[in-house]
C-alpha cells in the first residue's frame, strides 16, 4: 500500500468544490482510504496542466444513501474489503493550498472542478513548495505517515529574524538542535549560542525523558566550542 504514496497513487476524483466549505473528494480506492491521515498533502489535477495543493481537513466513510436505511440484505457481503468497494462510500474534504502553474508557485485564485483527478503528493511534488534536499536547504525532518524531506532554504533563513514556538514538551528545542547542525554543517554562518540549560552543548536528555541525545560539541568537536 504504501508504493501509493510514493508514486503519487490514484485517490479518487473531485465531487464539488467550495472556496468556504472546502473541496469533497470521492475516494475511489480503498486501500488509498486507509492510507490518508489528516493533515496530509494531496494533489489535484487541472485539465490545464495546473497542479493545486491541498491538505486533508476531514475523513468520511458511510453507506451509499439507498442502502442506509435498508436492513443488510444476506446480499451484502460479509468480506470486508468487498463490502467497502461496493457499498460503503468514502469520501474526504481538502483545503486548497498552493497552486502551481507554469513553473510559479502561487496562491490559489480558482476551484477545482468536479471530476479532477485526486492523487497522493510525491517527492517531486512537495520540493515544488520547499526545494529539494541539498547544501542550500536545511532539513528539518518528514511529516508523519510520509517520507518526504521537509526543507527551508537556508539563504533566505539566515538573512532575516526566525522563531520557534509552541508548547511545552512539543518539540522546540529539538528543532532548534536540527536547525543548528544543519547551519554548522553546512559551514555558512557562525552561530552564537546562549545555552542556559546545557541543552545544545555536549549532551542533553531526550525527548522522551529516556537516555541522552549528543550535543553540537559532540557531533562537530572540531567546530564547536563550549
Same mark, same amino acid.
Given at each position: ?35 490518508? &491521515?489528516?493533515?496530509?498533502?494531496? +494533489? ?7 497542479? !493545486? =495543493? ?7 466513510? %458511510? ?5 442506509? %436505511?435498508? @436492513? &443488510? ?27 502551481? &502553474? ?16 485526486? $492523487?497522493?503528493?510525491? %517527492?517531486?511534488?512537495?520540493?515544488? +513548495?520547499?526545494?529539494?534536499?541539498? %547544501? ?6 518528514? @511529516? ?7 526543507? +527551508? @532554504?537556508?539563504?533566505? =533563513?539566515? *538573512? &532575516? ?5 509552541? /508548547? ?8 532548534? $538542535? !536540527? ?23 555536549? *549532551? ?9 541525545? /549528543?550535543?553540537? $560539541?559532540?557531533?562537530? @568537536? ?5
Amino acid at each position: 500500500m504504501k508504493a501509493l504514496l510514493s508514486l503519487g497513487g490514484e485517490v479518487g476524483y473531485v465531487l464539488s468544490s467550495d472556496f468556504v466549505e472546502g473541496i469533497v473528494v470521492r475516494v475511489v480506492n480503498t486501500e488509498a482510504m486507509a492510507l490518508l &491521515r489528516i493533515g496530509q498533502l494531496l +494533489i489535484i489535477e487541472a485539465d490545464n496542466g495546473e497542479l !493545486i =495543493f491541498a491538505q486533508v481537513a476531514n475523513l468520511r466513510t %458511510d453507506w451509499f444513501p439507498e442502502l442506509k %436505511d435498508q @436492513p &443488510r440484505p444476506l446480499t451484502v457481503p460479509r468480506d470486508s474489503r468487498l463490502l467497502q468497494d461496493v457499498f460503503i462510500q468514502k469520501e474526504i474534504t481538502l483545503k486548497a493550498m498552493k497552486a502551481y &502553474r507554469d513553473g510559479t508557485l502561487m496562491a490559489v485564485r480558482s476551484l477545482a472542478m468536479p471530476g479532477a483527478r485526486v $492523487r497522493f503528493a510525491t %517527492d517531486e511534488d512537495i520540493a515544488l +513548495i520547499y526545494g529539494p534536499r541539498d %547544501d542550500e536547504h536545511i532539513y528539518l525532518g518528514e @511529516p508523519l505517515e510520509m517520507e518526504t524531506p521537509i526543507v +527551508i @532554504p537556508t539563504k533566505e =533563513f539566515i *538573512e &532575516r529574524s526566525n522563531g520557534i514556538f509552541g /508548547k511545552s514538551g512539543t518539540g522546540k528545542s529539538f528543532l532548534a $538542535r !536540527i536547525v543548528l547542525a544543519e547551519l554548522i554543517r553546512m559551514k555558512k554562518v557562525a552561530t552564537l549560542i546562549f545555552d542556559m540549560h546545557s541543552e545544545y552543548g555536549w *549532551e542533553t536528555t531526550s525527548e522522551q525523558g529516556v537516555g541522552k541525545v /549528543k550535543g553540537l $560539541r559532540q557531533l562537530f @568537536p572540531s567546530q564547536v566550542l563550549i
